[in-house]
């Protein structure tokens, strides 16, 4: 693995923790390039569907947005794009449409994965622009911010099961006091 793609995944984990910290899925992505000065970070993006209440605000289709404004050009062909988690069909098509030279991800998805796990968008000979996919890198650290994600969800969930569960049924809960009438604490009426 070069240097310069696990630099840049670790990068792309600085921005799915930020997601985290906003209770988005961890997901994370950073688009870089090569300048006569060396590497630059063009965008970042984090998951948003959420906090923005947009479906398409995934990480990689926010820092595709970003890079295009930045760079004035919605093609960058320059381009690689480092995420935390494979695309799914929709960013793996914003990332292609996007003339992208290079895709890095980190986790595998196999429940929505689009380059490999359950489709390769990237490797349809049909299409027109062919995107270089490399998959894994710091792949375990990436799924591994995912699952404890998850695990602190199912604990938060079940916490609140518990909680809820120490309720009194509302056949067992004492009938409401009639309006007009007070209610007696300790000997004296409120």
Not at 38 to 57: E, K, L, S, W
Not at 70 to 88: A, D, F, I, S
Not at 140 to 166: D, G, M, N, P
Request: glycine share 8%; charged share 20%.
């Amino acid at each position: 693995m070069p240097h310069h793609d696990a630099a840049g995944m670790r990068l792309a984990l600085d921005q799915a923790q930020n997601a985290w910290l906003v209770g988005e899925v961890p997901v994370g992505a950073v688009i870089m390039r090569n300048t006569p000065s060396g590497r630059q970070v063009v965008a970042t993006g984090y998951n948003r569907p959420i906090t923005d209440h947009d479906p398409t605000a995934h990480a990689e289709i926010l820092a595709l947005r970003h890079a295009a404004q930045l760079l004035g050009n919605y093609r960058l062909p320059e381009c690689e794009v480092y995420v935390t988690l494979e695309p799914c069909a929709m960013c793996a098509m914003a990332l292609l449409h996007a003339r992208v030279k290079r895709v890095v991800f980190g986790a595998l998805d196999p429940k929505a994965g689009a380059a490999g796990s359950v489709i390769d968008v990237f490797g349809n000979a049909a299409l027109n622009h062919h995107t270089a996919v490399v998959g894994g890198v710091l792949g375990e650290a990436s799924a591994k911010v995912l699952r404890s994600f998850f695990a602190e969800r199912r604990e938060q969930y079940r916490q609140r099961r518990a909680i809820a569960t120490l309720h009194v049924p509302l056949d067992e809960a004492p009938a409401p006091i009639p309006a007009g009438e007070s209610l007696e604490i300790d000997g004296e009426a409120e």
